[in-house]
């Protein structure tokens, strides 16, 4: 089965260089990367959590991506970046619509936590 996954990225220059890098590790292990969340599998949403304006874009994405499980493709919408490492356990328990929520040491294993949450572990 192809694997695809959605890359949301906001907030600072740095999300953009984990962003990229995420990709790449996903890439490298056979996921399909698509632009549009609609047509993933997984909505990978590399969060902000300092920039006020981005913790708001970062909750609306994931629900976002969330309004999209059961319609079609997207199967698994997890959160990454500034914020899922900042707020973990709160942003876990305020927002239950994330499938997951990784920190910034679940990304050297990034593909094999998707396949997981995907899997529905």
């Known amino acids: 089965m192809k694997r ?12 953009e260089v984990d962003s ?4 790449g590790r996903l890439a490298a292990d056979g996921w399909t990367l698509v632009d549009d969340v609609e047509a993933a599998e997984v909505a990978l949403v590399n969060t ?3 920039i006020e304006s981005a913790k708001k874009d970062s909750i609306d994405a994931l629900l976002e ?24 356990q709160e942003l ?5 619509e994330a499938d997951a929520i990784l920190g910034f040491d ?11 949450i995907v899997a529905g572990n």
């Open 65 to 88: 991506a969330n309004s999209l499980k059961g319609h079609g493709t997207t199967r698994a919408v997890v959160a990454v970046g500034c914020m899922a490492e900042r707020y973990g």
């Open 20 to 23: 990229e890098e995420l990709a």
């Open 106 to 116: 679940d990304y050297k294993d990034i593909s094999a936590r998707l396949q997981s």
């Open 48 to 50: 902000c959590g300092f």
């Open 4 to 15: 695809t996954v959605a890359v949301v990225t906001l907030g600072c220059s740095r999300n």
């Open 92 to 96: 876990a328990s305020a927002l239950p």
